[in-house]
Each structure stands twice: as structure tokens, then as C-alpha cells.
């Protein structure tokens, strides 16, 4: 109520009838309730007569006449019946005077002052006399008050909510006259537009209303109401009534399986799972059903787990089909995040759902529910989460989900293939799966679902799962991929599809990557089916910011990279990949690779292609075609050879970086050389190998060294060796080193630097027996061991 103006007023209103001195207490100066007469004769309200005498006790006075002073013998007082009879038909008249008042002032166009009179006539009316309220419905004042909810006035509406609240207060009647209508929607409004009195007087009346069953479900039935009254309980409103009128409001009308239902889809979970916890059979069914269906964020997810997951893990072993289906549609929307999947890992979910899953016989799951089983399962295997999943590897279960997916419908077939995606992601799982597939032969029919076009989910569940295993099985992937059926086409194509890059995309260029690089029936498969051309394309696309898909770039951009290297590995038997390299300048493409800072796998394929593309430079390189000697005289025929010029330092013939894949020809010498201080050991011994192809018997030794040199590759290959990172860096860089030192000014240098001396001695000791061979020249060169060739003759 507000404070500002009072329901008691001091003057007389309008139309009602005159008030007689003898009902007025002389203490309070107010129509008496409950007259009582003292022993003088003098009569006053009990009440007020009773702290009278109080106050004569408290003083050690005796009792007396509070308007004559006169002592009374005793303070004794009488009931004055007749006078109370009188006062109340006087109350009567007067109230039905003042409702009279009321119908007359209850008009929006009247005076602001008088429909606000009207309405605290009103309430004072309701407070009094209980039976009035007949008299208020009666007279239809109700919707009279219902109407002045449409004035303009803040006031008028803030007086007219209170004036409604009192009226239909514990009057079931009142209620449903208010309820007609849009009255309950006009209420619900008033949540979000009235200032902050006429907002807590709104809600206030809801509160009231939701008293009645009845209401609760036309309450919830007006948009909004449940959005508003829920967001009221959770906000930080420094009006503390309006909080808890609200809470009060929506636990009246939990009462209300529906109103529940509409309460979960705006976040207040509370009431469902508690009614999934201590309801009846027909009403857990019902709200767990209901769950199934809800869409929730992922701390929800794991606020029902912790609620209800065991409740729900029990209804799963129950004998009933409707209630085993209701509990595992709603498992399988709170399972697909980690921190619920994680403790309904905890509460037991694994046994009961792998026995839904396996088992055959009486009362076994239906395939429909079957596939929300799977669903679950698959969940919880790929959330990331490190728990032991070795139980569901063993006793021949990976066997029997291959058994499931070859004799069921693709809707199943694709969850079995996720959950064997997620145990092919786990390092202590992957090996029993690759094992029951290779056991089964089943990987033939794995590789088929990369044709299924219709259905893109178990498309790429098999997709990922194939590029999972193909680290293990890359022989038997490529064996099954090779001929007519399709399925190479089917990747490639995938990989193709002009759409942002996809997870899809990412799995089938990994997939195809980890295929064995040496494969030349395969490589020469791909070659006809213009793979390398689709490749080359997507890499080409990403490096120049055509194509993007920041989540799975990185692992795209890596597969398609090996895709392609493989290519560098078919020049012995295949022409047309040299002539494919040569179409698309592959060897530049490749240089500008090695770049990608902070991607070591590119890198490091990128380095490896380059050297085998520098190694194929020697049969590439050629002698330019000279026009025949002229022997016009016999002055002409004794003539010099003409010179030639602008023939490579390294080949000595004709090269460039796109037709002989010339490294020196291409500037990638400084490039490779930059890497050998890469932190990422593979780079590195990529880098050292691709260096070395040009020191290679056949080629100008002491030219590479000088080009070399000149790059200061000299001093990063050192640096290589001295480091001693790991035995194969070692390997490669005594290959390299002892090249460099067979010219004489660079071993004089080096021989000087103790700590090349000490790897080399190192290698000499510890390394393999070529690495030692190796070594031991090297250490002849820098005069650390004797070189007795010219001593004793060849004994060979």
C-alpha cells in the first residue's frame, strides 16, 4: 500500500449517513466496533477502555473515568449489545451508501480524485465487513475496477490493482469474475511496463490468484507470464516483495503438470525433476518424457545429471517399455556434454546401457530405441573424457557393434560407427578395434558408407573413423580404396565440395594422407581420377584466403599437403607426375610451404617433397641443343666449340625450379637453411635432407658446398651436429658434414672447432655402421684420423 495516503479518512464522503455522537469513542475518537459501558454510565470501544485501565494499574492508581476522573469501584465494564446492533446497521447503510458512491465514481472520465476515493472506499469496505464482498460482486464493481486498469494514471492503476487484491482475497467467486477476459493478461503485463509499486502490486495479485487451482494453468497459458514471473525470482530487484511474490506465485502453480512443463522450457527445472523424483508412475513418465524433448545448455545438462541421473539410470532397468523409452531419450539429451557424461559415468550407466545394446531376448530393446541407446553410448565415448573404457572392448563387443552395423538401418549404423570413432580416439582402445576389423575383414564394408550420399551423418562418422584406424591399417585402407568401386572418387570428391571447410573435409584428407606414400598403384589411381588437380586447388585456395574455415583449416591444410607430396615419391615410374609438377610448378608451391611458421607438419612434408623433387633435378637437367658445326671450309672446321652460358653451378645443364625442380634455380636453399634452427626435430632432419640432394654423387660437390656456404648453411649444419638431438639429425648431419669437409679450405677452418671434432669422434664410436663409415671419412678430412690410402696399396 502506499505509504502516502491512508484507507481511514478523517472527513465524512458524500452520500452517507450521519454519524451520531453516541457511536463515536470518546478515547479514539472513531465509530466504536465493540461498545462495552462503565459502571457511570459512560461508554467507550473495549479496546481502547481496556489499555485505559492498564495504565491506571501501571500507575498504582485505581481504576477510573477517563472523561469524569471519576474512581470507579471496579473496572468491571457491561457489553452495550443494543448500541453495537445500531452502529452495525448503520455500518450496513453506510457501506451500501458508499458502494453506491463507488458505481458512481468508477469511470475513467470522472475526476482522478474521486475514482480514487471510490476504490479506497472500496477497500475499506472488503477489510471491514467480510459479507460485503457478496455486496462488491453484486453490484458488479468488480469489473468496474477491472476497467479503471485502463487509465492513463500510474496511481489509478496502482489503486485499482490493490483495491482488486482485497476483493478476491480467499473469494473463490471475485477470482472468476476477475480471471474472465484478458484481465489476467492486462495483469501480466504490468510485470514489465509499471513502474516498481504498481509492478509489486501486479504480482501481488497473481500471488493471490495462483491461490486457486483453477487459475494456476490460465495464468500459465498468457505468453509471457512464466517468462516474466521466473526472470522476477532470479533478479536482483532491490524490491524484495516483488522476488517473493513471484516465488510464491510460481510454486502455487507448480500444482500444474502443464504449467511445469511450460516452467522447464524457460529454465525453472526444479518442480520437473522434482516431480520425476517423488511423483506418481504416470506423472514421472510424463515429466521424463518430457525432458527428453527439452532443448537445454550444457550447465543444465549437468544439473539434471546430478539431480535425477540415477532416478533416470533406474528407469532404465525397469520392466516397463513406455518408461525405459522416456528415461533413455532423456539420458541421451543430458549425456552429449562432459561434465554430465562424466557423472553418469559415475552413477553406472555403462552396464545397463551396453546390455540394452547387446542383448537379444525377452523384453530386449526395440531397434528404434536400440539406435537412443547407441546415441547415448556414442556420447559418451567421444566427450573427451579419459575414463576406462576397456569394458567396452572386451568380451567380443567391439564385434558384436560390427555384427549391429552390417544388419541394421543407417540410422543405428551411424551411432555404432560414432561410438567406434570415439574408441578409436583412445590409445588403449584403438588396438582391440583394429584388431576385431582386421579379424572380420569388416574394413571392405567400413570403407563402403563413404559412398552413402544421402545420409551425410554416417557419411562422416565413417569417414572419421577410417581416418582413426588408417594410422594402423594404411596398408589395407589403400588395398580397399584401390579399383572400381568408388570409394576413392567418393573421398576425393569430399575433400572437393565448395563449402566452408568442414569436419568432414578435415577427417577425409587425413584419411587419405596417412596412406602408404610408396603406394604407386595407388598414386597412379589418383593420377587418373585428377585427385592431384583437386588438391593442388583446395591448397592453393586456403594459402590465398579463398578458402577458410578457421576451425578445421589446420588439419585440412596438413592432409592436403601429404595428399600432394606423395606425388614426389612416383617419378621413378610414373611420367605423369613430373609432368603434372611441372604443369603446376609444384616445386615453388612447396618452397613457399616450408614458410608456414608454426605449422611443423606442413613444413616438414613440404621439406621432404623438395628433396625428392631435387633429386629427380640430375635426370631433368640437360645440355642445350647447339646448332651443327658448319664445314663450309676447312678454316670453320678447325674452329672452337662455342661456349655456353647460364648453366646451372650445381647440375651443370639447363635448370629451372619449374621444368628440372631445381632447388638452387628456385632460391630455397636460404629457406631450407632457416629451418635447421627449427625446435621441431622432424623439421629439421627434413630440412638437412633436402640439402643434402644437393651434395649428391653425380652433381658439382665443391659448387653445393660453396652455394652452401653462401647461405651460411655451413654453420647451422654444424650446429646440427653438436647439438646431437637424436641419432637420426646425427645420421643426416655426418652425411652432410663430410661432404662440406672434402673441401680442403672449410676442413682446415673446422678442424680448429673442438666440438665438431668430439661429434664426429662420438659418431665414429656410437653410430650405426654406415654413420661410422661415414664419420671415420669425415674425420680424414680434418687430419683427426690417418688416412693410410696413400701408404698401402689397394688391396681390393
Not at 637453411?673 to 638437412?688: F, G, P, Q
Amino acid at each position: 500500500m502506499d505509504g502516502s495516503e491512508s484507507d481511514d479518512s478523517s472527513h465524512f464522503e458524500r452520500g452517507v449517513d450521519h454519524i451520531y455522537e453516541a457511536f463515536i469513542c470518546p478515547l479514539t475518537k472513531e465509530v466504536m466496533h465493540d461498545p462495552v459501558t462503565l459502571e457511570n454510565g459512560r461508554t467507550f470501544e473495549r479496546e481502547a477502555i481496556e489499555k485505559w485501565f492498564k495504565k491506571c494499574r501501571d500507575g498504582n492508581k485505581p481504576p477510573s473515568c477517563p472523561i469524569t476522573s471519576q474512581e470507579l469501584s471496579s473496572a468491571d465494564v457491561s457489553p452495550s449489545i443494543a448500541l453495537r446492533n445500531t452502529i452495525e446497521e448503520w455500518r450496513w447503510r453506510n457501506d451500501a451508501a458508499k458502494l453506491d458512491v463507488a458505481r458512481q465514481a468508477l469511470f475513467l472520465g470522472n475526476d482522478e480524485s474521486d475514482v480514487l476515493q471510490a476504490l479506497m472506499n472500496v477497500r475499506q469496505i472488503c477489510r471491514s465487513i467480510r459479507s460485503n464482498r457478496q455486496g462488491v460482486r453484486n453490484s458488479q464493481l468488480v469489473r468496474m475496477i477491472i476497467d479503471v486498469l485502463k487509465s492513463n494514471s500510474h496511481k489509478v492503476r496502482y489503486k485499482a490493482l490493490q483495491t482488486l487484491q482485497v476483493v478476491v482475497e480467499g473469494d473463490e467467486e471475485s477470482k472468476g469474475i476477475l480471471a474472465e477476459g484478458d484481465t489476467v493478461r492486462t495483469l501480466v503485463k504490468f510485470l514489465s511496463h509499471e513502474p516498481s509499486k504498481g509492478k509489486e502490486a501486479a504480482v501481488s495479485l497473481l500471488f493471490e490468484l495462483s491461490k486457486s487451482e483453477a487459475l494456476c494453468e490460465k495464468i500459465g497459458s498468457v505468453n509471457g507470464a512464466l517468462i516474466l514471473l521466473v526472470g522476477l525470482t532470479s533478479s536482483n530487484s532491490v524490491n524484495v516483495s516483488i522476488v517473493d511474490k513471484a516465488e510464491r506465485t510460481l510454486e502455487n502453480m507448480e500444482r500444474s503438470e502443464e504449467v511445469v512443463r511450460q516452467m522447464a522450457s524457460y529454465g525453472r527445472l526444479q518442480p520437473l525433476l522434482g516431480k520425476i523424483l517423488e511423483g506418481s508412475p504416470e506423472t514421472k513418465h510424463s515429466m521424463t518424457t518430457f525432458l527428453g524433448e527439452l532443448s537445454l545448455n550444457n550447465d543444465t545438462k549437468v544439473y539434471i545429471a546430478q539431480t535425477v541421473g540415477s532416478s533416470l539410470v533406474d528407469l532404465m532397468r525397469s520392466g516397463d517399455m513406455t518408461q525405459r523409452e522416456a528415461a533413455l531419450r532423456a539420458l541421451n539429451n543430458i549425456s552429449s556434454y562432459e561434465g554430465s557424461a562424466k557423472l553418469l559415468i559415475g552413477i553406472g550407466i555403462l552396464p545397463p546401457l551396453i546390455k540394452d545394446l547387446f542383448y537379444v531376448g525377452p523384453n530386449n530393446l526395440p531397434i528404434r530405441l536400440k539406435e537412443v541407446s547407441a546415441t547415448i553410448l556414442a556420447n559418451i565415448v567421444n566427450i573427451g573424457y579419459d575414463f576406462d573404457k576397456a569394458t567396452l572392448v572386451s568380451d567380443n563387443r567391439v564385434e558384436n557393434l560390427l555384427y549391429l552395423i552390417s544388419n541394421t538401418g543407417p540410422s543405428i549404423q551411424c551411432k555404432l560407427l560414432e561410438v567406434l570413432v570415439g574408441l578409436t580416439t583412445c590409445q588403449k582402445t584403438v588396438i582391440h578395434v583394429v584388431s576385431a576389423i582386421k579379424t572380420s575383414g569388416a574394413i571392405i564394408s567400413l570403407v563402403q558408407f563413404v559412398e552413402v550420399k544421402e545420409n551425410e551423418d554416417l557419411r562422416l562418422a565413417s569417414v572419421k573413423l577410417l581416418h582413426n584406424l588408417s594410422p594402423f591399417m594404411s596398408e589395407e585402407l589403400a588395398d580397399a580404396l584401390r579399383g572400381t568401386a568408388g570409394q576413392l572418387d567418393s573421398l576425393v570428391a569430399i575433400i572437393s565440395e565448395k563449402i566452408p571447410i568442414s569436419e568432414e573435409q578435415a577427417a577425409a584428407a587425413g584419411l587419405l594422407a596417412e596412406l602408404p606414400e610408396r603406394d604407386l598403384a595407388l598414386t597412379r589411381e589418383m593420377l587418373s581420377i585428377g585427385a592431384f588437380e583437386k588438391i593442388i586447388s583446395k591448397v592453393v585456395g586456403i594459402r590465398q584466403g579463398e578458402i577458410k574455415g578457421m576451425r578445421f583449416e589446420r588439419n585440412f591444410l596438413e592432409g592436403l599437403v601429404r595428399i600432394l607430396s606423395r606425388i614426389t615419391f612416383a617419378f621413378s615410374n610414373e611420367t605423369r607426375g613430373i609432368t603434372f609438377c611441372r604443369e603446376y610448378n609444384v616445386a615453388s608451391l612447396f618452397i613457399n610451404l616450408i614458410q608456414s611458421n608454426g605449422q611443423d607438419t606442413i613444413q616438414m612434408v613440404s621439406a621432404m617433397a623438395l628433396e625428392n623433387l631435387s633429386l629427380e633435378s640430375i635426370n631433368l637437367s640437360h645440355m642445350p641443343d647447339l646448332p651443327p658445326p658448319s664445314c663450309g671450309s676447312i678454316f670453320s672446321c678447325m674452329s672452337r666449340p662455342p661456349v655456353i652460358t647460364g648453366l646451372c653451378k650445381i647440375h651443370h645443364g639447363v635448370c629451372s625450379l619449374r621444368e628440372t625442380f631445381c632447388l638452387v634455380e628456385g632460391g630455397a636453399v636460404e629457406k631450407l637453411v632457416a629451418l635447421l634452427d627449427h625446435e621441431n626435430d622432424k623439421v629439421v632432419e627434413a630440412s638437412l635432407a633436402a640439402l643434402s640432394s644437393l651434395l649428391e654423387d653425380g652433381l658439382d660437390v665443391e659448387r653445393g658446398v660453396k652455394i652452401l656456404d653462401e647461405a651460411d648453411g655451413i654453420r647451422h649444419v654444424l650446429n646440427v651436429l653438436t647439438e646431437n638431438r637424436t641419432e637420426k639429425l646425427t645420421r643426416r648431419a655426418v652425411w652432410l658434414v663430410e661432404r662440406i669437409l672434402r673441401i680442403e679450405d672449410i676442413a682446415r677452418e673446422v678442424a680448429e672447432q673442438p666440438n665438431v671434432s668430439a661429434s664426429l669422434v662420438d659418431a665414429f664410436q656410437n653410430g650405426d655402421f654406415r654413420t661410422r663409415q661415414i664419420a671415420e671419412n669425415a674425420l680424414k678430412h680434418i687430419d683427426k684420423i690417418p688416412n693410410f690410402s696413400g701408404i698401402f696399396p689397394n688391396m681390393a
